[in-house]
């Protein structure tokens, strides 16, 4: 099975028809896993002090420790959570990827291309670069690439 980054599927969700969900703390890498409590795990605001922090639900069992919160992940412009805000800027920049209803230019399980009316969406979900043909102009508006009249579609997430 094909493994992903949280990158990738942070750009991912708010290219795709239908409205995007993020789960409680996914924004930020927060996970919860086996009991349902696990599920509702306190944000981590800060590492620093615990302004806004509640307490884990009872039986919650998670003990994996996170080491990442809110406020160090606002610093980092390289971080998961600016990493989904971004994406979501780029979906309220382009209302047609909300209100098109997308085509798919390719069927591939490791890339992702939908066109929404002039906007073409690729998304390479392996490490090998990718063959897409026809001819675009190439914007990368994810990893802040320069213009080209053609593309690599090596995954950088």
């Known amino acids: 099975m094909m493994s992903i980054g949280k990158k990738m599927v942070a750009s991912l969700y ?7 969900f993020v789960y409680y703390g996914e924004e930020i890498g927060m ?6 409590e696990n599920k509702r795990l306190p944000m981590v605001w ?5 302004t806004g922090q509640t307490k884990a639900p009872q039986n919650a069992d998670y003990t994996v420790p996170f080491d ?13 959570l600016n990493h ?5 800027k780029i979906r ?9 209803s997308p ?7 490791t890339l992702y291309v939908m066109k929404h009316d002039d906007i073409t969406v690729i998304h390479n979900l392996s490490q090998e670069s990718q ?17 080209a009249s053609s593309m690599d579609c090596k995954s950088k997430a």
């Open 14 to 20: 708010p290219m795709m028809p239908g409205n995007p």
């Open 31 to 36: 996970k919860g896993s086996g009991v349902d």
């Open 92 to 100: 309220n920049k382009y209302p047609q990827l909300v209100t098109s």
């Open 103 to 109: 085509t798919a230019v390719t069927s591939s399980a």
């Open 84 to 88: 989904y805000a971004h994406a979501i």
């Open 131 to 147: 063959i897409l043909p026809g001819s675009y102009s190439v914007l990368d508006t994810i990893q802040g690439a320069a213009k």
């Open 68 to 80: 990442s919160s809110v406020a160090d992940q606002e610093k980092d412009k390289a971080s998961l």
């Open 46 to 50: 800060s590492q620093k002090d615990a």
